[in-house]
């Protein structure tokens, strides 16, 4: 069974959405026996699709409409846009008999509404991105993309995005990430000897301003900083003194082993992350998490399990350290609730199935 993957991004770097396709894939491989295969112009996609021996074909049509400038580009384009990439579907669906596809970007899901007519097999879009930002609302392809949806099985992974196309007429699936608990359990923590090691904050993502890594940073000048990530400021965080940048390796079990470094991890994103699956592994691992209200996963945490802060508030986020260090009873504790809570609700899955019940389902539009 082949599935098609498609991906066309404003911006191609490593971060939770491509992990969380990457795993689900590989899994749904292991677990059904499925052949991904990927077209569009994401770097990180063509790069990981090729080291696992997937199937890849690059194809240049458009960004994903989110700035001025790419939405004027994609006005007057489109028509040729949609041509190349419908041509390429078609030409991969003759080579690999394609069973479903999967689509990331917006692009695609309001431009080839002839294309879902015709494709007589079942269509998954997952939203990953906030559905109730300016370029969604002002979109002026809005209005296709509302069209076209009824072709597909549309998902989120928070109930606000659900609301937020509800009101304009999209009927959308929830399923919330989930990671693996097994593996994550499998891996030994090293203990650290508080004596001599350092204290370490930690957190996760694309370097970029929106994640809010100087929030971080400026509450923690005793103290080393942990980032795991790839992006822009990398070179702007290397010239803190306090800031370690450690590689965002796509070997999970690496991963891990440089997330469980940390002594408490800080979730500071200053605009609305839909989910949040960083924040999720960190619990997994039992590390203190300290976390703002930006995150999707917060609406089903509660305070005994995770420290909820307001880190663009420096003092109030000093405050928290400080808290999570002379309480370490407390801490533990709250760890051992948020690990028990998010075993039960997040393990990968039930997530799995249901992405699989739904690639292998057509979508009723009568």
């Not at 879902?116 to 969604?136: A, D, M, S, T």
């Amino acid at each position: 069974m082949n599935i098609l993957i498609t991906r066309f991004p404003y911006q191609s770097a490593l971060g939770g959405e491509e992990m969380h396709t990457l795993h689900l894939f590989e899994d749904l491989q292991k677990t059904y026996n499925i052949q991904p295969v990927f077209l569009g112009s994401c770097k990180v996609f063509l790069k990981e699709f090729q080291k696992r021996g997937w199937k890849s074909y690059k194809l240049s049509a458009g960004k994903m409409t989110v700035t001025p400038k790419e939405m004027i580009k994609n006005i007057l384009l489109f028509p040729w846009y949609k041509y190349k990439i419908m041509k390429k579907i078609q030409e991969i669906e003759n080579t690999h008999s394609i069973s479903a596809i999967y689509i990331h970007s917006f692009n695609e899901k309001a431009w080839l509404g002839s294309f879902f007519e015709k494709f007589q097999k079942p269509i998954v879009w997952v939203e990953h991105q906030e559905l109730g930002r300016r370029w969604f609302e002002s979109n002026p392809f809005r209005s296709l993309y509302v069209k076209n949806s009824r072709y597909a099985h549309v998902i989120c992974n928070n109930d606000k995005d659900i609301q937020c196309l509800k009101k304009i007429g999209v009927e959308a699936h929830k399923i919330e990430n989930s990671i693996d608990f097994d593996l994550i359990d499998s891996i030994t923590r090293q203990k650290k000897d508080p004596n001599t090691a350092p204290f370490t904050i930690g957190c996760t993502g694309r370097l970029v301003p929106d994640k809010g890594f100087l929030d971080i940073v400026n509450a923690n000048k005793q103290h080393t900083v942990h980032i795991i990530g790839e992006g822009e400021m990398k070179e702007t965080l290397k010239t803190y003194p306090n800031i370690e940048i450690l590689p965002f390796s796509t070997n999970y079990p690496q991963y891990l082993e440089n997330l469980q470094k940390f002594d408490i991890y800080i979730a500071a994103s200053r605009v609305y992350e839909t989910f949040g699956v960083a924040p999720l592994e960190a619990i997994a691992c039992k590390i203190p998490v300290i976390i703002n209200h930006n995150y999707g996963i917060g609406q089903h945490l509660t305070e005994e399990m995770v420290y909820f802060c307001e880190t663009s508030n420096t003092e109030a986020l000093q405050k928290t350290i400080e808290q999570i260090i002379n309480n370490p009873r407390e801490t533990q504790e709250k760890s051992e609730k948020a690990y028990a809570f998010a075993k039960e609700r997040w393990d990968k899955t039930n997530m799995n199935t249901q992405y699989w019940k739904l690639l292998n389902t057509k979508k009723d539009i009568s």
